[in-house]
């Protein structure tokens, strides 16, 4: 469902040792062992979901979309990069649902995004999912200070009926601001953190109430569950893995990961949470870049080319499309255009990304291809459970605990004394 191809100078991306502490990464993770192991409730999550959950996720999402035009979804890092990554992929490019949008807020904090917002939303009807796992987080809190106020004017007392909660079963100020209203509450799993929390109700219900199959979804990251268990050197999380972690010794410490698909840029920008956050720790860890083609080409592309030898690229690579559009003859020729008469556009960014690797991989870039045959809810399912399962055996490999992310308590902290928080 996904391979992993590799083309550089490095002959042997899975030397003896490396296959030795890759098969004890894989008895560690399976057995549940081995730093962080009490994080790991993601691996097996998607086998263990019931219809019955699943059901309710669907029932709710239907409730909204039947009470909303507009579901406002609230959170930042982990509790919004999965459902924004899936819906972005799968949504058309314009006219995204006329009868019903998702829109994200929370994940910055910018008042003017805030306030345009409110006007924005105020002919429609509107629903909130307010998304946090600490329940403590200031970007979402805030964004919500602003929006639950915003509601309860607009509704009174029928606001609570259209505010969704999910949060930690037992702590947090959500989850007492949740109890004390009466939202509906969802859980976040305590063994799940964020980043790896795309399949359970963080990503579900938004991705359910944007109009997608869940249980497709889910079909596919169960397909991936038991087909990347097996430990071998074919199995694709393995090989990507092990070829990452070959670079990174080599001196290879930055990772460009580059799509042809516009619509693909949020599994970009989830990804770059998934590694960075994940693997970006002790004074180790590959910087996770990422480019989209052809546009990048003519901005980025120049040092990707050229400049500093560090880099290596991952291209991912859907192989096909079900919408296209095939260059014609042109009667007069003026744009000299005529000799790609017949080929599809997508059959150009598959030529243009072997151009692009070629020309890359003589510029001194190695080249890894991540290939997914189409992208619907079965294969992204299938592709966000094979990234997460690849970057807990790359972080093992360096050392390093995948599943925590101490760094970014130090800024909270500075941005807190400055602004005066009680204990800070
Ligand atoms: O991956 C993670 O754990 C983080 O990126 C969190 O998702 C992010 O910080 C948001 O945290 P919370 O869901 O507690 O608001």
Redesign the pocket.
Known sequence: MVSVTYSGQMEDVLTETKKEKLESIHRGLYAKEGAGSEFLGWLDWPSGLSQEFLDQIKQTAEQIRSQADVLIVI?????YLGAKAVIEALQPHFEKNPEFEVIFAGHQVSGAYLKQLMAYVDDKEVALNV???????TE?ALAFRFLQQYMQERYGADAASRIYVTTDENKGALLTLAKEQGYKRFV?PDDV?????VFTAVGLLPIAAAGFDVERLISGAKAAEEELKTFGEDNPAIRYAAIRHSLYEQGYTNEVLATFEPKLNFVQEWWK?LFG?SEGKEGKGIFPVSVVYTTDLHSLGQYIQDGKRNLFESFLVVEETDEDLEVFEADNNLDQLNYLSGLSLHDFNLTAYKGVSEAHLNGGVPQVGIHVNQMDEYHVGYLLYFYMLSCAYSAYLLEINPFN?PG?EDYKTAIFRLLNKPGY
């Not at 998304?131 to 987080?137: N, W």
């Not at 953190?193 to 929390?197: A, C, P, V, W």
């Open positions: 959170g930042i890092g982990g509790s998304i946090s796992k600490s329940g403590t987080t979402p976040v953190g964020g980043r790896y929390s949470q956050e992310q970014v």
